[in-house]
């Protein structure tokens, strides 16, 4: 049965895609060995910071394009019940289309897009205008990219290598999954 | 299209609690105001608890440096070509081999390196030599009142009056924590003034000119303050 819409997928490769083109030009500029290896630290600060700023304007257009689609979508993730707050409490509780896990994991992972692209924003223009340098910005930057890394492992392992819940990533490529596991996974959601 | 509309929920709660809603906005809220108090929680937490300093800093895996470099490619260190070349308002222009730059007499410091984009690397334990004792050969002439440093990556250059670059700690430094400084960190020998940020150490030196008075240097021409003082310049405490 279908758990993802086409345009739930795209946001999410969108992302995705975005992520690490921006993890691996951000590493060039922040690991010494790999600023080695590269140098040119002119060209790859504008290749990140225009990354940068093409994910965002991807994420945005993806968004006008899923309208209200995606502000439906955007409801479901926000809503948390009894039983989402029971899971949490580590109880056996039926979950929705999105297990309480999922819905944390999605509101900090839109606030962080925020924060990288503001803290990304005061990195490029604070080196240009001191009115938009502050001491932090940089320890505001790096530290989300530890923690997202934090997150990005966990998500990998549920999707890629946890054997119970590996078929998920079906669903976010082919749009589908197993009717016997959604009733298992997510008793809750009862698709039309 | 009708396989585009997302499946629903399939549950309708009519008092939904939006937390998720509430964990996004304070997520943001929380990392928007850090621009103000990450700095000083950060230092505080590398700086006085020093067990956890201890712990973190060998995970990091930068060691807390970044390299900075303006052009295609880090320049080489080559023992047998490299000289420090003294000339300018001078007596006696001079130039030093690596050998007999490292024969000078030797200094150590320990002393914080502070990036002016708002990283800093706590108690760098730097080996090298002081400014007179290089200058002391070639007899810097009166009229000097200021020095200026070439690297060897071009056009990188910047300038201190003669009273900054005599400040106590301010050095040259062929060493860096018990080895000799690496090619990333301007081998074989950087200026070291950790009273100003960063751009101010000018990497890869080779050519110290003795000058009238200071002029724009590479950053400074891209409008970054000439007296690059930590915390009291480039917009910093002002």
Redesign the interface.
């Given at each position: 049965?279908?758990?993802?819409?086409?345009?739930?997928r795209l946001l999410h490769w969108v992302n995705a895609l975005g992520f690490f083109f921006l993890l691996a030009t951000g590493l060039i500029?922040?690991?010494?060995s790999l600023?080695?290896l590269v140098?040119?630290?002119?060209?790859v600060q504008s290749i990140h910071f225009w990354g940068g700023v093409g994910w965002l304007g991807a994420l945005a257009a993806v968004i006008v394009l899923g309208g209200r689609?995606?502000l439906?979508?955007a409801?479901?993730?926000?809503?948390?019940?009894d039983d989402d707050l029971s899971w949490l409490r580590r109880r056996r509780a039926p979950q929705?289309?999105f297990n309480a896990g999922q819905?944390?994991n999605?509101?900090?992972t839109?606030?962080?897009t925020?924060?990288f692209g503001?803290?990304g924003l005061?990195?490029w223009f604070?080196?240009?205008?001191?009115?938009y340098?502050?001491?932090?910005?940089?320890?505001?930057h790096d530290?989300?990219m530890y923690v997202s890394l934090l997150l990005l492992a966990g998500h990998l392992y549920l999707a890629l290598i946890h054997p119970a819940t590996r078929h998920s990533l079906r669903g976010m490529t082919l749009g589908d999954v197993r009717t016997e596991w959604a009733a298992q996974h997510h008793a809750?959601?009862?698709?039309? | 299209m009708e396989?585009?509309?997302?499946?629903?929920?399939?549950?309708q709660?009519p008092h939904?609690?939006?937390?998720?809603?509430g964990?996004?906005?304070a997520?943001?809220a929380g990392?928007?105001s850090?621009?103000?108090?990450?700095?000083?929680a950060?230092d505080h937490v590398t700086g006085f608890v020093s067990p956890v300093a201890s712990a973190v800093a060998p995970i990091l895996?930068?060691?807390g440096?970044?390299?900075?470099?303006?052009?295609?490619?880090?320049p080489v260190f080559d023992p047998a070509t490299w000289r420090l070349k003294i000339g300018g308002l001078v007596e006696e222009p001079t130039s030093l081999t690596y050998e007999q730059l490292r024969a000078l007499p030797r200094v150590e410091q320990v002393s914080d390196f502070h990036c002016v984009?708002?990283?800093s690397v706590k108690n760098v334990h730097w080996a090298g030599v002081r400014m007179h004792d290089v200058l002391a050969q070639a007899r810097p002439q009166s009229s000097g009142h200021a020095l200026e440093f070439i690297s060897m990556e071009q056009p990188y250059i910047d300038y201190l009056t003669l009273p900054q670059a005599s400040l106590r700690d301010v050095m040259l430094a062929y060493e860096m924590d018990g080895k000799p400084l690496k090619?990333?960190h301007g081998a074989p020998v950087r200026l070291v003034i950790p009273e100003m940020y960063g751009y101010k150490n000018v990497k890869w030196l080779e050519q110290i000119n003795v000058v009238q008075k200071t002029t724009a240097g590479y950053w400074e021409n891209?409008?970054y303050d000439r007296d690059a003082w930590v915390g009291r310049s480039?917009?910093?405490g002002t």
């Open positions: 049965m279908r758990r993802f819409s086409r345009v739930e500029l922040y690991l010494p600023s080695m140098s040119r630290r002119q060209t689609r995606l439906t979508t409801r479901e993730l926000e809503s948390f019940d929705g289309r819905k944390i999605a509101a900090l839109a606030a962080f925020v924060l503001v803290s005061l990195l604070g080196e240009q205008d001191t009115r340098r502050f001491a932090s910005t940089v320890i505001l530290g989300l809750k959601w009862k698709p039309q | 396989m585009d509309s997302p499946p629903l929920a399939g549950e709660d939904p609690r939006r937390y998720g809603r964990v996004f906005l997520t943001v990392g928007l850090s621009l103000f108090w990450g700095k000083a950060w895996p930068t060691g440096w970044r390299i900075y470099t303006i052009s295609g490619h880090m984009t708002g990283w090619q990333e891209l409008g480039n917009g910093y």
